[in-house]
């Protein structure tokens, strides 16, 4: 995992729902690859053509609120996507992206401090990200240890592989 | 200590648990829906052989059931494949229905347990005073490779539900009104305690529905403290291995809300999200293309009963469909036998077999541009039933019936009140 993750900013609202994130009706793929082409389709049907790898998404409440499928943070991931900063999130999509090592950070009214096509660079570790267009810095919440070590070995299926051997 | 903490504590082997602290838990039941093939491969990524605990595995056919294009066969198909080489037994094939119905017509949700299944509604266990909760595909994956997953031990909030309901008003008016007043990431990371009096009232269908839906305000869990409905829910299915845990009456709730129900009227929660609620009389006369009774909400058989009473000797309007799915084989069983679903597909219901149908939008009813569809299910986001432009109402299964019947949107409660008038007269 990268600690510092820096690409352009694609800003969103509140209660992004999995089925914005990933259509249902795709849920019947399972490898990664397909899985990316439908990222975000319910909400920009254009995103998969505009994101560029390690690109941030920027959300207000609630995002990935719904159903328990893995696919949201898959294609997210999948896509290219870096991290994603947002006021709150759902517990499920949280889990599964955090499981998955892809970064989430919970930083309070960003969603006013950052519009899509700026440039930012965010430290997963401290939560502190940098507005480059803006020249702002704006302070998040700080990611729990255990998290962070997850993070840390690019998601938890290593650290079970670890943990119990073969 | 809550109940919900005492659960947590038990399958920690704590002897006290408490909000914030993280976990690791043993699971009493794992439950993988066929949404979830990402499982078994995220299984075998992280150097599975075999399955931690088989006879506390569950497999779920239900949201393809039965499957309708050849990729949903084929994924069916490993599961199966799974399931025989795991030694899994409890496969629950595309006949059986959906997960949480699945659940409790055998059995498998009972108090005390911790419930995990790769479904978000997880959250209607509450019910039977077990602490459900859904995960993903990789966290239960880590559960079939060891028998155990880490929890955050949740903050728990109080919901106090008095008064008596008006007739036409069920448990899916008074959700959906909390989630209305409260919003949508309310509950989120936190466990949903319902206490009152209105809880005597409710069956424990009524109370499935209440717990189910908590997971729209985002709740982690959900708790009922079993009373006689629960036991002699359980008694009539056989169930008698199970622990009751009691909330100790010192415990500090994170919210205390008490919510009167006697002014309720029915309600719907409009495009585009759960928390849009109205009265449903704000929407009277709002035509639908589609009505769809079903669905681990609203797909019971005191549904499909109520549904039934409002459509005895009647027609649907024309211009409307009326999809009718019963939760699971067993519900639809029953119905049948209480002449439910004759009533209905007389009527002109459409009957689809047990099991997910329309609910997320993959097969079985989906809906086209610019339609409106009235549903007893739980979610109305952009696109969940089918064209990201059609419109999804969340309704209780009496204001769906009502609203096939007329071909709009309506409150059901005259057709309530008239056929008890008749029934009156005719005894
Ligand atoms: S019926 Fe709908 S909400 Fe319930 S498990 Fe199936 S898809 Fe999910």
């Known amino acids: 995992m990268k600690r510092i993750v820096e690409g352009k900013a694609f800003v969103f609202g509140s209660n992004i729902d999995t089925d914005q994130i990933y259509p249902g009706r795709y849920l019947d793929l399972t490898d990664p690859e397909s899985v990316a082409r439908h990222a975000m389709e319910g909400a920009d049907p254009d995103f998969v053509k505009k994101v560029q790898p390690g690109d941030i998404i920027v959300a207000e409440k609630n995002f990935g609120c719904g159903s328990s499928r893995e696919h949201a943070a898959i294609t997210l991931k999948s896509a290219g996507v870096g991290a994603i900063l947002a006021e709150s999130f759902a517990r499920i999509f949280y889990r599964n992206a955090i499981n998955l090592g892809l970064p989430l950070l919970v930083i309070p009214q960003i969603g006013g401090k950052v519009k899509s096509g700026d440039r930012i660079s965010v430290d997963i570790q401290t939560g502190l990200v940098q507005n480059e267009t803006s020249n702002t810095e704006i302070r998040g919440e700080q990611i729990s240890e255990y998290m962070f070590h997850i993070l840390k070995n690019d998601g938890i299926k290593n650290l079970i592989k670890n943990q119990c051997g073969k | ?427």
């Not at chain 2, 005390?112 to 994956?141: C, E, R």
């Not at chain 2, 466990?191 to 985002?218: P, Y």
């Not at chain 2, 024309?318 to 004759?342: C, D, H, N, W």
Request: with cysteine; hydrophobic share 40%.
């Open chain 2, 1 to 427: 200590m809550h109940a919900l903490e005492k659960i947590l504590a038990k399958a920690a082997n704590k002897e006290s648990v408490s909000a914030g602290e993280i976990v690791n838990c043993q699971i009493d039941m794992a439950g993988i829906n066929d949404l979830y093939l990402q499982t078994i491969r995220s299984f075998y990524e992280m150097d599975g052989e075999k399955v931690y605990a088989p006879d506390k595995t569950i497999v779920f056919l239900d949201h393809y059931a039965p499957a309708s294009t050849v990729m949903q066969a084929d994924n069916q198909k490993q599961f199966r494949e799974f399931c025989r080489e795991q030694g899994i037994d409890k496969l629950m094939d595309i006949n059986q229905g959906v997960c949480h119905q699945i659940m409790a017509d055998k059995g498998f949700s009972k108090p005390g347990q911790l419930i995990v299944i790769t479904d978000s509604h997880t959250t209607t266990h509450g019910a039977f005073g077990a602490f459900g909760t859904g995960v993903g595909a990789t966290d239960l994956a880590i559960i079939l490779r060891t028998g155990s997953l880490w929890f955050r031990v949740p903050e728990v909030i109080r919901i106090n539900l008095e008064g008596q309901l008006r007739p036409g008003v069920y448990a899916k008016d008074v959700i959906l009104s909390i989630i209305g007043k409260l919003g949508s990431d309310y509950a989120v990371y936190k466990g949903v305690d319902f206490t009152g009096t209105l809880l005597k009232q409710f069956s424990i269908s009524e109370r499935m529905a209440l717990c189910n839906m908590t997971t729209e305000m985002g709740a982690k869990t959900c708790y009922i403290q079993p009373d006689e409905v629960t036991f002699a829910f359980l008694e009539g299915n056989k169930v008698t291995d199970y622990e009751v845990f009691e909330t100790d009456s010192d415990f500090q709730y994170s919210a205390d809300l008490t919510f009167d129900v006697t002014d309720l009227y029915p309600q719907i929660a409009a495009p585009h999200s759960v928390d849009n609620v109205f009265p449903l009389s704000d929407y009277e006369g709002e035509a639908v293309h589609q009505a769809f009774l079903g669905t681990c909400t609203g797909g019971r058989v005191e549904d499909l009963a109520v549904a039934a009473h409002i459509l005895k000797d009647s027609k649907i309007n024309p211009l409307t469909r009326f999809l009718v799915v019963p939760a699971s084989s067993q519900v639809l069983m029953e119905a049948m036998e209480k002449g439910y679903i004759q009533t209905l597909v007389e009527a002109g219901a459409t009957l689809v077999t047990p099991g997910c149908a329309a609910c997320l939008g993959t097969h079985e009813g989906m809906i086209a541009e610019g339609e409106v569809c009235i549903t007893a299910s739980n979610r109305n986001f952009p696109g969940r039933m089918g064209h990201g432009k059609a419109e999804i109402f969340l309704a209780s299964p009496a204001s769906v019936a009502a609203a096939a019947l007329n071909g709009y949107i309506t409150d059901p409660a005259r057709y309530l009140i008239e056929r008890e008038g008749q029934d009156e007269k005719n005894s």
